[in-house]
C-alpha cells in the first residue's frame, strides 16, 4: 500500500502514545541488505534528510546489547489515527478540504478533471548540415522563380502604357474596350470570388485593378497615386457585369456572417451540460461525507497543500482510466499468489490485515511465472493493483468507519539482491502504489526482520517524516508472534505466525476467544475445565516456542472416583505439531486439568481456548 512520506501539517500531527522496541538478531553487517521490500518503500520520499533520531537511539542501545544475545532497537512514537469527521477537524483544514472541493467542482463542470493533460511543447530538433544546405538552395531557386515571374507580371501594364499615357482618365472606357473573352474570365473569377470575405473580394479588386489599368511612370515603377487612381476607377467605371455581381458578393457574405453568428447565439442560450461524474475507488469524487473521507486522504498525503493534493488527485482520475481499473476488477489473473499475499482476520481496531510473504519468491517456478519475461511482470503487476482494488472496495468509507488496513510483512527467506527481476517489478508497483493510494496504511508491521536489516533501517531512517517511521513496528524472528499480539488478537493471527487462526476450521472460529496466560521459567500452569454429565469437552492449545511437557487428565466429582488419563505426559519440541488439539467426552461430572510444565530458564506464552457440547441422545 502506498504511503505518502510529505511532513505533516502541525494540525494533524499524531498524538505520542507509547515507544515500542525491536528486537533483531545482532550479527556484523558484511553483506549489501537486499531489495527494498514493497510495503516499506512506498512509505517514502525524497526529501530533505531530518535528524536521525531512530539512528541515535539504535546507537545508544548497542552496549547494552553486547550483554544480551540480541539488539534491541527503541521504535518512533506509535501512530494514531485522524478523525474523518469533517465536524472535528481544525479549522484550516476544513477550509483546505472547501477550496479543494471548489477546484474539484469546477473542473467536473468543465468536464477537464478526466481530460488527457496538455502535451508538453515540441521541442525543436536540431537540423544536420545536409538539411540546412537544402533548405538554402530551394530558398535560392524560389528567389529566382519569383525573379523570374517578375517582369512577366509588368509585361501586361506595359503594353497599356500608351493609351494611359494619353488620357489617364480614360482607364474605364479602356477596361470596355477589353477583348470580350478577357471579360468573361473576369466574371467567372468574380464568380468564383463571391462565396470568399468581403476583405478578399477587396484585395481581388486591387489586383484587378493593378493589371488591367496600369498607371505607371515613365520608368514603368508603379506609384502610390496610380494604384489609387486606378481602384478609384475601377470602382467608378466597372462594367455592368462586374458592377452587378459586386452587390451580389456583400449581399452574399452578410448572410454568411449572421448565419455564423446565429449558432453562436443558439449555443449561448442552450443549457449546459450537466457535470461530468467521477468515481474513485468506488466512491463519487462529490456527493457525500464518503466523498470527504477520500480527498482527505489526498490533503494528508500533500501535507494540506490544496494545489498539490488537487493534482494528486487528477493524475489519479486519468491514471485509473488509463490502466483501466474497472475492467481490470473483472479480469481472472489466477490464484497463484494467494500465498505470497492474502488477507486474514481484523486487527483489534477493526482494520482488514494483510500479508506479504516474501520468501514465497524463493519458489523458483512461481518467481519464474511471476517474473520470467516482462509480459509476466505486467501481469504480476495487474494482479498486484486487483488484489489491493478489491480489497478497498471492502472498506467503510463513512467518517466513523474503517478505511484504512494494516500490512504485516513477513522478512523470512527474503529474497536477495540478485533477484534483479522481483526489485524492478517491486519499485514499479510502489510508484504506482505511492502516486495513486494514498494513506491506505494503518500501520506497517516487518517481523522475521534478519540481521542484515538493521543496517537498511540506519540508511533511511533519515529519509522518513516522523509520520511515516511512526507507522513501522519492527520483530525479529523470537519476538514476532509476540509483536503480531500487540495489535491483533491470537484467534486472528494465522498460525503459521503463532496465532490460532486456521482456515476451514468447523471447531473453532474467529469468534471463539482466546486466553493468553505467560507461564514462568521452571514453573508449571494448570488448566481446569469443568464438566457436566453428558457432555464433551473441547480445546486447543499453543505455547509459543513449545520446549515445555504436556498432559492432560479427568478427575471425577465424586470421591474415590477414578481418575482417567486423557493424554499422557510427554515433551513438546518447537518442531512438533504448532497447535494441539484434544477433547475429552465425560460420562460423569468431573473436570478435566491441563498441566504445563515449563521446564526452560524463559518464560512461555500459552494461547488456548475451549468449547463445552452436549452429546447428542
Given amino acids: 500500500m502506498a504511503e505518502e512520506t510529505q511532513a505533516p501539517a502541525a494540525a494533524s500531527t499524531p498524538a505520542a502514545t507509547t515507544t515500542e522496541e525491536v528486537v533483531m538478531v545482532e550479527k556484523p553487517v558484511t553483506e549489501s541488505p537486499a531489495p527494498v521490500p514493497e510495503a516499506e518503500v512506498e512509505e517514502k520520499k525524497a526529501e530533505e534528510p531530518k535528524e536521525k533520531e531512530e539512528v541515535v537511539a539504535a546507537e545508544e542501545a ?19 489515527e485522524e478523525s474523518n469527521v469533517v465536524s472535528e477537524l481544525p479549522e484550516a483544514q476544513k477550509k483546505a478540504l472547501e477550496e479543494l472541493k471548489q477546484l474539484i467542482q469546477e473542473d467536473l463542470n468543465k468536464h477537464e478533471l478526466t481530460a488527457p493533460p496538455p502535451a508538453p511543447p ?70 468564383v470570388k463571391i462565396e470568399d470575405k468581403k476583405e478578399d473580394v477587396k484585395e481581388e479588386a486591387t489586383t484587378t485593378a493593378v493589371v488591367a489599368a496600369p498607371a505607371v511612370d515613365e520608368d514603368g515603377a508603379k506609384t502610390v497615386e496610380a494604384i489609387e487612381e486606378t481602384i478609384v476607377a475601377v470602382a467608378s467605371t466597372e462594367p455592368p457585369a462586374a458592377a452587378e455581381s459586386a452587390p451580389d458578393a456583400s449581399s452574399s457574405i452578410k448572410p454568411e456572417e449572421a448565419k455564423t453568428e446565429e449558432p453562436k447565439t443558439e449555443e449561448e442560450a442552450a443549457p449546459s451540460p450537466p457535470p461530468e461524474e467521477v468515481f474513485i475507488y468506488g466512491i463519487p469524487l462529490l456527493g457525500d461525507d464518503r466523498s470527504d473521507v477520500i480527498l482527505l486522504k489526498f490533503l494528508r498525503a500533500r501535507d494540506f497543500k490544496v494545489k498539490d493534493a488537487f493534482t494528486m488527485i487528477k493524475n489519479t482520475v486519468r491514471w485509473r482510466k488509463e490502466f483501466g481499473i474497472d475492467s481490470l476488477l473483472e479480469e481472472d489473473l489466477g490464484n497463484e499468489l494467494e500465498k505470497v499475499v492474502f488477507t486474514k482476520g481484523v486487527d483489534k481496531e477493526g482494520h482488514p490485515v494483510c500479508y506479504n510473504v516474501y520468501g514465497g519468491f524463493q519458489d523458483k517456478e512461481l518467481y519464474q511465472n511471476c517474473f520470467g519475461d516482462e509480459e509476466k511482470s505486467k501481469k504480476f503487476l495487474r494482479w498486484r493493483i486487483q488484489f489491493l482494488e478489491k480489497s478497498i472496495r471492502k472498506l467503510d468509507f463513512s467518517p466513523t468507519g474503517i478505511c484504512t488496513i494494516v500490512q504485516i510483512n513477513d522478512l523470512k527467506n527474503s529474497p536477495g539482491p540478485t533477484k534483479r527481476e522481483l526489485r524492478q517489478a517491486t519499485n514499479q508497483a510502489v510508484s504506482i502504489l505511492q502516486d495513486n493510494y494514498p494513506e491506505f496504511v494503518a500501520r506497517q508491521v516487518f517481523i522475521n526482520v534478519p540481521w542484515w536489516y538493521l543496517a537498511f533501517n540506519k540508511m533511511i531512517s533519515p529519509f522518513l517524516t516522523q509520520r511515516t517511521k511512526s ?42 476467544a482466546v486466553t493468553e496466560i505467560v507461564i514462568k521459567p521452571a514453573a508449571k500452569h494448570t488448566i481446569e475445565l469443568p464438566a457436566t454429565e453428558s457432555c464433551t469437552l473441547v480445546w486447543e492449545l499453543r505455547v509459543l516456542g513449545w520446549e515445555v511437557s504436556y498432559a492432560a487428565e479427568f478427575s471425577p466429582s465424586v470421591e474415590n472416583g477414578y481418575t482417567v488419563i486423557v493424554s499422557k505426559n510427554r515433551k513438546v519440541a518447537p518442531t512438533d505439531e504448532a497447535v494441539i488439539y484434544d477433547s475429552f ?8 486439568v491441563i498441566t504445563i510444565d515449563n521446564q526452560s530458564s524463559k518464560k512461555k506464552k500459552l494461547l488456548y481456548r475451549t468449547k463445552t457440547k452436549p452429546v447428542s441422545s
Fill in 62 to 80: 548497542a552496549p547494552a546489547a553486547a550483554e544480551e544475545p540480541e539488539l534491541k532497537i527503541a521504535q518512533s512514537v506509535s501512530f494514531k
Fill in 122 to 191: 515540441a521541442k525543436e530538433e536540431e537540423k544536420k548540415p545536409e538539411e540546412e544546405e537544402a533548405e538554402k538552395v530551394v530558398e535560392i531557386k524560389e528567389e529566382e522563380k519569383t525573379a523570374e515571374e517578375a517582369p512577366k507580371t509588368e509585361e501586361k501594364p506595359a503594353e497599356a502604357a500608351p493609351a494611359a499615357e494619353a488620357a489617364p482618365a480614360a482607364a474605364a472606357p479602356a477596361v470596355e474596350a477589353a477583348p470580350a473573352a478577357a471579360v468573361e474570365e473576369e466574371k467567372k473569377e468574380e464568380e
Fill in 471 to 512: 507507522k513501522f513496528v519492527f520483530a525479529g524472528p523470537s519476538k514476532s508472534a509476540e509483536t503480531l499480539f500487540k495489535y491483533i488478537t491470537p484467534e486472528q493471527v494465522p498460525v503459521q505466525y503463532g496465532g490460532l487462526g486456521k482456515d476451514g476450521d468447523h471447531e473453532f472460529t474467529a469468534s471463539d
Fill in 585 to 592: 467426552k465425560a460420562g460423569e461430572a468431573g473436570k478435566v
